[in-house]
């Protein structure tokens, strides 16, 4: 048995369902991602798997203990990083870690130990005691994770850690993550960068409206689109009104557009790259680059849902 098991949760918020019968295992040791655009569901099913919110059904076994009938037992063993910063703005970093110390029900001795461990895991031991609202985003990104580990949970759940914030923290947190399995943490990360999920996760499910699309890892997951290749455009102009005459092409499977790049997905991109080449020029469509490359998790995505993983 896994030591994460999601067994069929369900979550219905007035009449809508936002997930929808999820079932997945994660395997102590792993980095698992869960990688799915907004509006997925993704913060709900981590919501459930934290005892925050109570299934409509279904249930998730933490190292064997159930959310519904053993919160305790379950919140021991994780630790939890929101998608939403959860510090006291007036306070220093060092204080915020100490209410949560106190939270997690450490004593003094401890707290302040761990503390400085986390402090220093988070890159920002120089910066301890300066208050949270002089903080930058990534800054108060690395100090919320910090607080997540204080107890030493065996699990980490990590809901879109890196949304919003520089390069620079952003390499720091996908670092942390890499370091801190690697000392032994399971962890479930949810995100909608593909790039993120594909250089952290052994095993990754992709969701959707609230269900599992496909589960995997990433070689399982470019098997399901089979020959297709896609076919990768920057570009410039009325990208939308472009895309979809393309779509109509003969032997093109699937197209999206988003921040100025097309994504086409196509079983023959040899045949249909004239083809798709002459309507952008038509729609008067500037070109920066063309590139055919084999699915990633954006093509995955692509395949199985018609649509774009991007915001
Ligand atoms: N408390 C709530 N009350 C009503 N509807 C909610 C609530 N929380 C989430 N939802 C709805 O459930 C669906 C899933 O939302 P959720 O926040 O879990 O998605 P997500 O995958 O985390 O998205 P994002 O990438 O934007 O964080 C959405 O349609 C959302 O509007
Ligand atoms: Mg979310």
Redesign the pocket.
């Given at each position: 048995m896994g030591i994460i098991e999601v067994r069929e949760l369900k979550k219905v918020?007035?009449g809508?369902t936002?997930?929808d019968g999820v079932s997945f295992s994660v395997e102590a040791g792993e980095v698992f991602g869960l990688l799915?655009?907004?509006?997925?569901?993704?913060?709900?099913?981590i919501s459930m798997i934290s005892c925050l919110l109570d299934p409509t059904s279904g249930d998730a076994l933490i190292d064997g203990h159930s959310v519904i009938k053993e919160p305790m037992e379950v919140k021991k063993i994780l630790g939890v990083i929101p998608?939403e910063i959860a510090l006291y703005p007036t306070l220093t970093a060092r204080e915020n870690l100490h209410f949560w110390s106190k939270m997690y029900g450490l004593s003094s001795q401890d707290a302040k130990k761990r503390a400085d461990d986390v402090l220093k895991i988070a890159g920002l031991s120089d910066r301890a005691d300066e208050k949270i609202e002089t903080y930058s985003g990534g800054m108060k990104r690395r100090i919320n994770i910090a607080a997540g580990l204080l107890h030493k949970p065996k699990v980490l759940l990590m809901?879109?850690p890196t949304v919003g914030i520089d390069p620079q923290s952003r390499n720091h947190i996908l670092e942390t993550v890499k370091s801190l399995n690697k000392s032994g943490l399971t962890v479930l990360y949810?995100s909608?960068y593909m790039e993120e999920v594909e250089f952290l996760c052994d095993r990754i499910a992709i969701?959707d409206q609230?269900k599992v699309m496909a589960s995997g890892t990433q070689e399982e997951l470019k098997k399901i689109v089979g020959q297709k290749d896609i076919v990768r455009i920057k570009a410039s102009g009325m990208l939308d009104k472009a895309i979809d005459d393309v779509k109509r092409v003969d032997g093109i499977d699937g197209a999206t557009v988003k921040d100025g790049e097309i994504d086409i997905l196509t079983k023959d991109s040899r045949k249909v790259l004239a083809v798709i080449i002459s309507i952008l020029n038509q729609e008067n469509v500037k070109m920066a680059s063309v590139e055919v490359q084999e699915p990633d998790l954006e093509g995955v995505f692509l395949h199985l849902t018609g649509k774009s993983l991007r915001d």
């Open positions: 918020f007035n809508n936002a997930v799915g655009p907004n509006g997925a569901g993704k913060s709900t099913l998608q809901d879109e949810t909608h969701v609230g």
